[in-house]
């Protein structure tokens, strides 16, 4: 089962439809994700200029549950 980390990123100060689901492939389990994960969004934010995640982010298998 692969799990997944999903959140929502838009371009700061820009209109809501600016705004994208990011699903990242997650290697290891549930836990490291919900533990880790806040280091890999802001890594991802880097590889990204002038996107920012938006709400809560969610660790999952690849199927959303």
Do not use: K, N
């Not at 919900?34 to 920012?52: D, F, L, N, S």
Request: proline fraction near 6%; charge should be positive; include cysteine.
């Amino acid at each position: 089962m692969w799990i997944v980390l999903t959140f929502l990123a838009c371009l700061s100060g820009s209109d809501p439809r600016e705004c994208r689901e990011v699903r990242i492939p997650w290697q290891g389990t549930v836990m490291q994700c919900m533990v880790q994960g806040q280091a890999r969004i802001a890594r991802w934010e880097r590889e990204h200029p002038g996107y920012r995640r938006t709400g809560p982010f969610a660790c999952g298998d690849e199927r959303g549950s």
